[in-house]
T-cell receptor, first 113, second 114 residues
Framework: DGGITQSPKYLFRKEGQNVTLSCEQN?????MYWYRQDPGQGLRLIYY???????QKGDIAEGYSVSREKKESFPLTVTSAQKNPTAFYLC????????????FGEGSRLTVL | KQEVTQIPAALSVPEGENLVLNCSFT??????LQWFRQDPGKGLTSLLL?????REQTSGRLNASLDKSSGRSTLYIAASQPGDSATYLC?????????????FGSGTQLTVLP
């Protein structure tokens, strides 16, 4: 089945540690996105990538880093510089030039202990 | 900058009622408008996508309309069921540049009581 797979579903981190969230899609989509969701708030864009080896900062990129070495993969690293990393992280993708419909993974919940 | 607002923030209705969820946006230069459903602790599921040239889209008991001139979209749910209980979000990407960035509303949390 085609879709977007995020892992791990739950992740616990100690303060000062970097963690990497995985996002893999087999939809042959060009563009991939990372969003952060906090309780009672809408989704906020962290980073996005429209083609391999290229990505742009979103509204809240500070303390995060990404890479796009393969079309299918867009991992997100939450660094120790991120002041409040506890949140629900959502990866999404869409095909550039199509209807623009956005598809999401199941999310990863990060908790800092 | 695009701003998207959803009213009400929460809604509770008895089973069988027809209901309307509202979404308003400030920048009418949208590429499309998409409605999503989110269950607790889950990702977003796409419900309906309305292209900027369209006025409405229908899928089963769901109907979404789009009025770009007034900056509004509505999601109509007919004959609501307890299984419709979830948070509904709308998102509107603006057509500036080559990046298709979506701005999301905060969502309407719907509870359908049996």
């Amino acid at each position: 089945d085609g879709g977007i797979t995020q892992s791990p579903k739950y992740l616990f981190r100690k303060e000062g540690q970097n963690v990497t969230l995985s996002c893999e899609q087999n939809l042959n989509h060009d563009a991939m996105y990372w969003y952060r969701q906090d309780p009672g708030q809408g989704l906020r864009l962290i980073y996005y990538s429209q083609i391999v080896n290229d990505f742009q900062k979103g509204d809240i990129a500070e303390g995060y880093s990404v890479s796009r070495e393969k079309k299918e993969s867009f991992p997100l690293t939450v660094t120790s510089a991120q002041k409040n990393p506890t949140a629900f992280y959502l990866c999404a993708s869409t095909s550039v030039g199509s209807t623009g419909e956005l598809f999401f993974g199941e999310g990863s919940r990060l908790t800092v202990l | 900058k695009q701003e998207v607002t959803q009213i009400p923030a929460a809604l509770s209705v008895p089973e069988g009622e027809n209901l309307v969820l509202n979404c308003s946006f400030t920048d009418s230069a949208i590429y499309n408008l998409q409605w999503f459903r989110q269950d607790p602790g889950k990702g977003l599921t796409s419900l309906l996508l309305i292209q900027s040239s369209q006025r409405e889209q229908t899928s089963g008991r769901l109907n979404a309309s789009l009025d770009k001139s007034s900056g509004r979209s509505t999601l109509y749910i007919a004959a609501s069921q307890p299984g419709d209980s979830a948070t509904y979000l709308c998102a509107a990407p603006i057509s500036s540049g080559s990046a298709r960035q979506l701005t999301f509303g905060s969502g309407t949390q719907l509870t359908v009581l049996p």
